[in-house]
């Protein structure tokens, strides 16, 4: 089983602290009503750098000094970030081959953040010479819990095409593939007359004026993660050399950003951290909150894990940025730690004043401490205070769905059959069709043991590799039950079609074939015989060992297959040809019972024989649950029904079964 370095003990809150945006009185101040709010853990120096290093190899530690001083004299333990997230205005003039080069070949400029190439060796001496000397300075600080390796690793600069990148990809692509002629095989080269006779004639996927090589385009995805995750490890090794305190950084498990592969990167961390924004954009931005924090879940191997930021109200980077009505930002917290968080973390601590995130809300809004969301802070905080001992347990599920970030690159290609056929569309709708039945769901690697698994869900896959493909087959055929969504198994690693018909791996487990993709337009919708409809997909489909559900009544494949099952072996696995409801089908997989609910969250976390029960009631209505224990949260005994208010919390400690 993994381990996992908590920072503290319980149910910890904490937030960024910026107060290089601030005066000393004002982090008197902020010290303060830390402590009110129970604040345990700040994140600082996550931009620090322009102050810690003016000018080249000056170094002024005095304000970070006594920020740290000042938190420890007030039991408040630090999330030390090294710093490098940003290079100062001196690096980017003195050494401007630093600066990250987009697709087009233009290069982007300092004025913003993180603008800096990950392939570039002047930014890794200039990054790693500053956390040598903040390691060494804090290393030992018996207020420092937790280092937080530079901020967000490849939100805005994860790919970068300047000549530095292109060599790097190189070498690379080199450790990969040995010879150039197993290359050329592997991206399909004889296409387009794009075979390459030696390694210096390859470039990075740069805007062409065309189509580019989609092998090539997926290559570059894995080589910018892994290259990302190499410099992460170099900082780290610093750390480490000076400091025995657990190591991580945030990852970014959202809704639209998709650059690194953390199911390599999650091994790496002491303990899992993510940012998690609510996404307004998003027609039910809930569900994907759920959703991710599963995802994180994933990463953490099923252990604890921190969420290391979210917004206390609105954000600044949405089109409309909403705020939260009273009582959401608890519900979403205890979303986060219903699903296995043990520490919830705002970004910020107080709103800037000035700069690009001066309309991002904060713990402490402008207007201060007489104010609707500073109330909440506090109400949040002693609800965390209540179920504390909920920390170090695991969440109970045994349904899983699998996710990849390598499928995720390659399924959304420049050249497919449907532009509006998007990953994480099937993944949501499935894993919400699931939460919505009271499901919890385990999000997973593919390749990961599933013998655990009652059902096992596969939505929208499209690249697998043959070692996992038979690992789900195997699962099938020994009594697991699996459901698969449309443009499933289509590819190998090499994002080669897998021929003799769709869904290719996974065409016997499912005992279909595919002669043909239908996508439909926009607005399109077909009737299907069990009374549903389906839009945005279909396919040429016919049964080989499976039997049909339900069939197209109309559209492009009437008469043919949309929902099939097959008995495999000991098993049996569903296969769902169009965007459809699947709601009931998949509460009949996994056995559910009871109502549907999309309004409300039931999970159970467990410690041993010990069960704690997380009701979280998004609807403005009462719910009544069977349970039985002492509801941490309002302290009050449970006796057999549990009432929720509208949009309130509670989590049972539930009495030793
Ligand atoms: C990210 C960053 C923070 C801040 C927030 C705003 O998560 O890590 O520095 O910019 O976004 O939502």
């Known amino acids: 089983m993994k381990t996992v370095r908590m920072p503290l003990p319980g149910v910890s809150l904490g937030c960024d602290y910026n107060p290089e945006q601030w005066s000393p009185d004002v982090w008197r101040e902020d010290a303060a009503l830390m402590r009110q709010a129970g604040v345990g853990l700040v994140a600082v120096n996550i931009f620090g750098w322009s102050n810690l290093e003016p000018s080249p190899g000056e170094y002024r530690f005095d304000d970070l000094d006594e920020v740290i001083e000042l938190m420890h004299a007030n039991g408040i333990k630090i999330n030390l970030g090294t710093g490098t997230s940003s290079p100062p205005p001196w690096l980017t003039t003195q050494h401007p081959e630093v600066l990250p080069v987009a697709a087009d070949g233009t290069v982007r400029f300092p004025g913003g953040r993180q603008a800096w190439c990950p392939s570039s060796p002047v930014f890794r001496k200039r990054a790693l010479d500053l956390v040598e000397r903040v390691a060494r300075r804090y290393g030992e600080h018996p207020a420092i819990a937790l280092w937080h390796v530079s901020n967000e690793l490849g939100c805005h600069n994860a790919l970068c095409y300047c000549e530095t990148s292109a060599e790097g990809f190189r070498t690379w692509l080199r450790g990969r593939y040995g010879k150039i002629e197993t290359l050329n095989e592997a991206w399909g080269t004889s296409f387009w007359s794009q075979r390459y006779g030696a390694w210096a004639e390859i470039q990075p996927p740069r805007l062409a004026l ?114 939260k009505a009273p009582g959401e930002m608890i519900r979403n917290s205890l979303t986060h730690v219903a699903r296995g968080a043990d520490s919830i973390c705002f970004f910020q601590w107080r709103a800037s004043a000035q700069g690009a995130e001066k309309f991002h809300s904060a713990m402490l809004p402008h207007a201060g401490t007489d104010t609707v969301a500073w109330r909440e802070v506090l109400k949040l905080s002693e609800t965390l205070g ?67 698994y009652k059902l096992v869900v596969v939505p929208g896959l499209y690249m697998i590799s043959d070692a996992d493909a038979q690992a789900i087959t195997d699962y099938v055929a020994a009594g697991g039950k699996l459901l698969v969504t449309f443009f499933s198994g289509i590819v190998d690693e090499r994002d080669r079609i897998r021929l003799g018909g769709y869904p290719g791996a996974f065409r016997d487990v499912l005992g279909v074939v595919a002669e043909e993709f239908g996508p439909l337009l926009p607005g399109a919708e077909v009737d299907l015989s069990d009374g549903t409809t389906g839009t945005l997909w279909t396919e040429r489909l016919r049964t080989t060992t499976a039997t049909a559900l339900a069939t197209y009544e109309n559209g492009p494949m ?100």
């Open 386 to 452: 209540r179920i504390g001992e909920v920390a170090g347990s695991e969440v109970e599920s045994d349904v899983a769905l699998l996710f990849s970030w390598e499928s995720w690159w390659s399924a959304e290609g420049e050249a497919r059959p449907s532009q509006a056929v998007t990953y994480l569309d099937q993944v949501h709708a499935s894993h919400r069709a699931l939460r919505a039945n009271g499901v919890t769901v385990d999000v997973i690697a593919p390749g990961t043991d599933l013998t655990k």
């Open 558 to 657: 009437t008469g043919l297959p949309a929902i099939t099952r097959n008995a495999y072996g000991k098993g049996t696995a569903w296969y769902v040809a169009t965007k459809t409801d699947m709601s009931d089908l998949l509460k009949e997989a996994a056995g559910a019972t009871g109502e549907k609910n999309d309004q409300l969250e039931v999970v159970r976390r467990k410690n041993g024989d010990r069960g704690y029960l997380f009701v979280i009631n998004h609807s403005p209505d009462p719910v009544e649950l069977p349970a039985a224990g002492h509801d941490l949260v309002t302290d009050q005994p449970v006796t057999g029904v549990l009432r929720v208010e509208g949009g309130g919390v509670a989590v049972v400690r539930e009495e030793a079964s």
């Open 210 to 323: 065309s189509l580019r090589n989609p092998a090539q385009l997926v290559d570059f995805q894995r080589f910018s993660s892994e290259n990302l995750l190499d410099y992460y490890r170099a900082e780290t090794a610093i750390l480490r050399a000076h400091s025995t305190v657990p190591v991580t950084t945030n990852f970014m498990v959202t809704a639209h950003i998709r650059n690194l592969d953390y199911w390599s990167w999650a091994p790496e961390m002491d303990v899992v951290a993510n940012d998690h924004y609510l996404d307004h954009r998003l027609g039910e931005p809930v569900p994907e909150l759920s959703f991710a924090a599963d995802l994180t879940r994933g990463l953490a191997g099923g252990r604890p894990w921190m969420l290391m930021e979210q917004a206390a109200g609105a954000v600044n980077w949405q089109p409309h940025n909403l705020t």
